[in-house]
């Protein structure tokens, strides 16, 4: 009996243990735990990992290239009078081993700060924002890049965000019109809350936005830090108590219900967290959410960002606040929450705390990526990780899309197999993911019915009261040949 106890003991510790590691549970993701409508759409075939690094720091040595499929190139400067130039004046480090390992390069102009107010006036005035798109076509040409990413953060009207159309517009028809109808990429960022192009302008049909470009980069992260009210994860997987809208799913599915399609929508990944420091009067380690004190926490030991800590900080030999990726040391204490799925820690001496992504919580983001049917993952940034630990989720992520991929088009030759046939399936070819019945699509998130709408141009804007939908997907008939091969599979 002793014997059998231990077994049993093993056997259920291993499913703890199986429990916490979900980047394991990424790597195994099978057939059966993606909707039916991802399935169908194809979605999962065409996956593209987008990485950002900083131009002027090119380190070609720590850019995971069998990871990627675009490296972005922050960020490329603009002038008043819409001039794009790079900051290095010589691409070609960076942009020949990328195209050597199949790996696109894009310019980003814009970013926060100086960057994006110059792209504000530059796209009010009609001569500069011609200048605009026939520099970026030129920079293109020049530089031997593969497209732009076009980074406004962000409008504060709804002027700014017609504005923001129209630049888009011009930019894709020279794009087209130089190199070829679909030879070059453009992206945007997209504003992290609500499906808005900005915090303060209301929302807008996303759909001719996302007609235009060919990815819609969700900068789903920076929802809290010093400048909140309350201690809160960087990036909360789900909604933080008493702040709605400002998580992971909730950013995903408001940008969905204003009308961006999914294979065109790519979720953002931190690899650092928010620092805070909090008022000792509101000290609990019962919960992450305490009061902030409204200071600034220095960088870490070795980005130095004021307010935050990249992964490559947290995992700093000397001075990091981890000695592995989950064990706090230095006066660290390490913790994890269950209702944002997210780890923080807080150092008691110093008051501070740290909100942050670590392989878990990238593992469980990247798995949502998957079953929402989104086309793929960005990283901000690539030079933060430690090693290439936190690129190692990535990989799982990539690899869970070709494998269900393969599965998927495995089933489908199953089931057009003749039941007398006696199984040459030669005459086959692989056309993508299909099956011949396939289940009800997700119905992910409607728009109130009730919503009145306005029309500018050609925007249509939507004030929503909320959103309603969020019906489960059956797999149908497939699930039982997908769980089938899942099983012979693994």
Not at 426 to 448: K, T
Request: net charge negative; aromatic share 12%.
């Amino acid at each position: 009996m002793q014997f059998f106890r231990l077994v049993y003991a093993l056997f259920f510790a291993q499913i703890a243990l199986g429990a916490q590691n979900m980047a394991s549970r990424l790597a195994n993701l099978g057939l059966e735990d993606v909707p039916s409508n991802v399935l169908s759409s194809g979605v999962l075939n065409d996956t593209v990992v987008f990485g950002y690094t900083y131009e002027s720091v090119m380190n070609v040595s720590k850019i995971p290239w069998d990871s990627l499929t675009h490296l972005v190139l922050a960020f490329f400067q603009i002038s008043d009078s819409g001039v794009v130039t790079p900051k290095n004046s010589n691409l070609s480090p960076i942009v020949d081993p990328a195209h050597k390992n199949g790996v696109k390069v894009i310019a980003s102009i814009g970013g926060s700060g100086d960057g994006s107010a110059i792209m504000a006036r530059v796209i009010a005035d009609s001569t500069a924002r011609a200048g605009m798109t026939s520099s970026i076509v030129d920079t293109i040409r020049k530089y031997n890049l593969d497209g732009v990413d076009y980074d406004y953060e962000f409008p504060e009207t709804i002027k700014q965000v017609q504005q923001l159309y129209t630049a888009l517009k011009d930019i894709r028809s020279a794009l087209d019109s130089t190199f070829g109808k679909g030879k070059k990429i453009l992206t945007t960022t997209l504003f992290s809350s609500k499906g808005q192009f900005g915090p303060n302008v209301p929302k807008v049909d996303a759909k001719p936005f996302s007609d235009i470009v060919d990815y819609g980069l969700l900068m789903s992260y920076d929802y809290f830090g010093s400048f909140s009210e309350i201690s809160a994860p960087n990036s909360p997987f789900y909604d933080v108590p008493g702040y709605p809208g400002l998580s992971f799913t909730s950013s995903i599915s408001a940008w969905l219900s204003a009308g961006w399609d999914p294979k065109k929508l790519v979720a953002g990944l931190a690899y650092y967290g928010r620092t805070a420091i909090v008022n000792a009067a509101g000290i609990t380690r019962k919960t992450q959410f305490m009061p902030n004190s409204g200071a600034t926490p220095p960088g870490g030991p070795v980005d130095k960002i004021a307010g935050a800590w990249t992964w490559s900080d947290l995992r700093d030999p000397q001075n990091g606040a981890l000695s592995a990726p989950s064990e706090a040391r230095n006066g660290w204490q390490r913790y994890w929450d269950n209702s944002t799925q997210t780890p923080w820690l807080f150092h008691n001496e110093s008051l501070t705390y740290i909100g942050y992504d670590d392989l878990d919580s990238l593992a469980i983001k990247a798995n949502h990526i998957i079953t929402k049917g989104l086309v793929g993952a960005m990283v901000w940034m690539i030079q933060y990780d430690y090693g290439r630990e936190l690129e190692s989720v990535i990989q799982h992520y990539s690899d869970a899309c070709s494998r269900i991929t393969k599965l998927a088009y495995d089933s489908r030759e199953l089931n057009s197999l003749d039941p007398e046939d006696e199984g040459d399936i030669s005459g086959l070819e692989n056309d993508g993911i299909g099956y011949s019945e396939r289940a009800d699509e997700d119905d992910n998130s409607s728009l109130d019915e009730e919503s009145s709408t306005h029309r500018i141009n050609d925007i249509e804007l939507l004030y929503t009261s909320g959103s309603k939908g969020n019906g489960k997907s059956r797999l149908g008939y497939i699930a039982l040949v997908a769980s089938t091969l899942a099983f012979l599979y693994y």
